[in-house]
């Protein structure tokens, strides 16, 4: 998506003198956003490619509480619930794995939300940069929507397969955006 934004007539019109301060603002936003999905891509390989099944098995519980209790005790307790349904065993640091992935999501969540909210006080002047805006928060929403069904799927192959994909076209989302804004803020 990068290479299609820099290949434009848009771009080539971006100039970097329409008011420097509002854009370093919305510019750090972005950057931090990206750089948020990626560590959330990251997060969700490993959650993948670790074990077999889900540590967590309900949403938006976790093991019935908002804190999942990973003592020992609490452990032996889900991972006998989980033998009886033959799935495999888990241990605290797949539960707390899983538990930042969602902790994370929230994060993406507030940080996609200013980023369109400044971008829509303070940018009247670029459509494109409105537009990519709007559609990074919608996509967030699907993006989380398709989290909590994959939870609720226990992790059904095209729901998981929708929720990495979404996951990528976010992270070209803040590529995207987070070029635009550079480009504003540099001179050429």
């Known amino acids: ?3 299609a934004v820099v290949l434009t007539n848009f771009w080539r019109s971006l100039s970097a ?3 420097l301060a509002k854009f370093r603002g919305i510019k750090t936003v972005a950057i931090a956003t990206t750089i948020a999905i990626y560590v959330q891509l990251a997060l969700g390989a490993t959650i993948r490619h670790q074990h077999k099944d889900l540590s967590i098995l309900d949403f938006p519980t976790a093991n019935g509480a908002w ?3 990973t003592s020992s005790t609490a452990l032996a307790k889900v991972n006998a619930w989980r033998d009886a349904r033959g799935l495999s065993d888990v241990d605290a640091f797949q539960i707390w794995l ?3 992935h969602r902790f994370v999501a929230v994060i993406i ?8 909210a400044r971008v829509l006080k303070e940018v009247h002047e670029i459509a494109t940069l409105r537009r990519l805006s709007i559609l990074w928060a919608i ?3 699907v993006q989380f929507i398709l989290g909590a069904w994959t939870i609720w799927s226990n992790k059904a192959a095209d729901v998981a397969t929708t929720h990495v994909a979404v996951g990528a076209i976010m992270l070209s989302f803040g ?4 070029a635009i804004t550079w480009r504003l803020t540099n001179p050429r």
Do not use: A, K
């Open 98 to 100: 899983q538990m930042t």
């Open 1 to 3: 998506m990068l290479i």
């Open 175 to 178: 590529v995207s955006v987070w």
């Open 139 to 141: 996509l967030f929403f």
């Open 109 to 116: 969540g507030g940080l996609v939300i200013i980023f369109c």
């Open 17 to 19: 003198n329409t008011g």
């Open 67 to 69: 804190i999942p209790d």
